[in-house]
T-cell receptor, first 113, second 114 residues
């Protein structure tokens, strides 16, 4: 069965510092992987997705993620954090046909001035 | 182009009642998925519809049901509400039926069961 594990329910960084949010997946078939961001009182917004093309995926707002099959990881990074990046981030894997998407528990990112 | 809209945004019900939530997808989108978000369980998949057919279903009891209309609008119904059904219910739409298609989420309906 497919699953997603996000390491760290809370991550705090200083403004301008590197952002690294960790995600490991488990899948018996090549997965489709996603990162979403959720701001307070809003729905989810897609940051980026891996669909078996390039292993380094660039997304919106300066975020990128690298698919590493050997490590079953899909970590999200951003070189320099902004205050506006403070939000909750979800890693997700899509299984089979359709949208039975499995989400990780989420990581709340805090950005300190 | 208007985004995914969900009505109502907030809802308060009591145990034993039933509730219907509505989702209007982005114009032209034919797939609609529903998710339940709670602090304890996180985001959990409820079901997905494409062209009025339910294609996938999550592990929820039969009290949770849904449907999709010919114009792609979707409704979900929860009968015999329980306290544990209090959650943010999110709807997402996508253009097609591929797993790689981007899902666009609505702002959600926050249901409180007293």
């Amino acid at each position: 069965a497919q699953s997603v594990t996000q390491l760290g329910s809370h991550v705090s960084v200083s403004e301008g510092a590197l952002v690294l949010l960790r995600c490991n997946y488990s899948s018996s078939v090549p997965p489709y992987l996603f990162w979403y961001v959720q701001y307070p009182n809003q729905g989810l917004q897609l940051l980026l997705k891996y669909t078996s093309a390039a292993t380094l995926v660039k997304g919106i707002n300066g975020f990128e993620a690298e698919f590493k099959k050997s490590e079953t990881s899909f970590h999200l990074t951003k070189p320099s954090a902004h205050m506006s990046d403070a939000a909750e981030y979800f890693c997700a894997v899509s299984v089979g046909g359709g949208f039975k998407t499995i989400f990780g528990a989420g990581t709340r990112l805090f950005v300190k001035a | 182009k208007a985004g995914v809209t969900q009505t109502p945004r907030y809802l308060i019900k009591t145990r034993g009642q039933q509730v219907t939530l509505s989702c209007s997808p982005i114009s032209g989108h034919r797939s609609v998925s529903w998710y339940q978000q709670t602090p304890g369980q996180g985001l959990q998949f409820l079901f997905e519809y494409f062209s009025e057919t339910q294609r996938n279903k999550g592990n929820f009891p039969g009290r949770f049901s849904g449907r999709q209309f010919s114009n792609s609008r979707s409704e979900m119904n929860v009968s015999t509400l329980e306290l544990g059904d209090s959650a943010l219910y999110l709807c997402a739409s996508s253009l097609g039926q591929l797993s790689t298609d981007t899902q666009y989420f609505g702002p959600g309906t926050r249901l409180t069961v007293l």
